[in-house]
């Protein structure tokens, strides 16, 4: 069942990304101050593929290859806390070639993909064919899942990893995460308990890193998978939409050249709306979410489109927290 919420802030919504907190807060430390912030502790970088992993103060780690930027970080026994860091920092190092190898299939739908991360990110798009999907919109949540399945191990409790806003979590029993939601400007958080399916969280939207076929704010997806949120979270920002003279649009092409979006439009501008037009926009994404929710794709959605959200699925809102029930 979908309930809407009234934000009356006026102030314009930061970009659509989610971020943990509390005990586990984000990343604090820029990249190109990483030897600084790491005190020479595990900081390393491979000549053969330019990977670097930093341990941050809190103990986070710090990812970081090209466009990927990941920010990990364990809990348990102090052992096993540096084991499972220096696994996922491992595992990380070949992650850019691995899909390298593989971007041209990556960005066709439907193409046959060999490795173990381009497996992932197909097989959590497939679900959502035969609408336009490309494995490419799963590539975040899939990074997320390889690094945070290296760090897990005997003797940690629960773990995560964030890529740029789309989360893998791994809880032991009892455990639990919280994530705030940056698109509301932290006024909405996740909790994830070990008991719940979600064990991934993901946001879209045209304001937000990635391209967006639609003009939604942010969507934010808590499925079961890191991937699959994220390839949910593309498909149902794309559906909150909109036929408005004032929205511009340029194709993706035109704007990066290689993009798997090839010449279809996406958005780069959106006035501000009248009531009613946000409505049926967010009502085209609701309609999207519900029936991924219907299939057991998805365990819950926050679509947000100027300071109005819309909830759905087991995500219950209770003043400053959303919870997976």
Known sequence: MARAVKDTRQKEQPRGRARLCGPVSPLAVPANRLARASGGSIFERSKSVGAVAALLPGGRLHLQHGPIDIVAEAFGEASAVREGCARAAARFAGVLDELVAELGALRVAGAPVQGDIARVMAAAVQ????????????????????VL??????????AYANNGGDIALWLGPGESLTCALAA??????????SGDVSRGIATSGWRGRSFSLGIADAVTVLAPTAAI?????????NAVDLDHPGILRRPACDLKPDSDLDDRLVTVAVPKLEAADRRAALGLGLQAAEDFLARGLIAGAALLLQGETVLTGTIRLDANEVTDD
């Open 127 to 146: 679900p959502f064919a035969p609408r336009f999907i490309t494995p490419m919109a799963a590539v975040a949540g899939a990074v997320a899942e390889a």
């Open 229 to 237: 949120a994220d390839a949910a979270a593309t498909m149902i920002a």
């Open 184 to 193: 509301s400007g932290g006024q909405h958080r996740a909790t994830i308990r």
């Open 149 to 158: 399945a290296a760090m897990t191990g005997q003797g940690i409790t629960r």
